[in-house]
């Protein structure tokens, strides 16, 4: 007699989607010698250790599938709707992913006369962050008092999992990060990038990078700083007699926004 080989169900062990995207979730039968009758397959989802059915493919009753799935999930071939089912394969295509879709799902196969076979995948959902850097106030103001403020914010926003965020610049400042986890599981990530303000920060760069997974996205500012007018006068060499002629002083003044009166007094 010839050797037979034991049903088996096989599956991929993890699959992951994003927020809004489709997933195929694979589950192929493989048959014994002599072939076992399957009776029914049924998808579950499996999470904090209930189960939910989520379709049943049943060759006389034919294809179910369950709210909340019943828009976005589907047997993937045509061939398990037929009047006379093929339920070899009955991997199911799940669209318009959702964060609560995350969990492990089964597929169990039901056979006469060896019972119940079934394999298991686990389903990742990410959630792409949105990003945004912004300056705190369009125009910054250099204070005599030498004061420390957050002139940058650095946002990503409801991502799953949570963005890294750093700064790239020239300026001496410091960077605060703090992490907020949503109620639907995403995490929006802020930082604030602080300085004192002072005429050497006029037009400085400052970029914020997001990394997400292996994603990189850079925004950057440029800062517009007001400060009062350093005056120097120019002209004099220390040479100036009685009667020297073709002399000149000259008034400057380094100031934003730039000086637009100039006055002399003896």
Known sequence: MGGGHAQSVQMDSTKSGFVGSQVELRCQFVN???PVKISQVTW???LNGTK???AIANPTMGVSVLPPFKDRVAFKHPAVRHRTPSLEDTTITFSNLRLS???AYICEYTTFPAGNRENMVNLTVFAQPATRLTLTTPIIVARPQKRRMTVATCVS????PPSVITWDTRLKGEATFQETRNANGTVTVRSNYMLVPSRETHKQKLTCTVTYRKER???SVVLNVQYEPEVVIEGFDGNWYLNRQDV????KADANPPVTVYQWKL
């Open 248 to 251: 000149q002083l000259t008034c």
């Open 217 to 219: 996205i850079t925004e």
């Open 157 to 160: 926003a409801n991502g799953k």
């Open 44 to 46: 579950q989802k499996f």
């Open 52 to 54: 939910q059915n989520v």
């Open 101 to 103: 879709d995350e969990a």
């Open 32 to 34: 014994s010698n002599p």
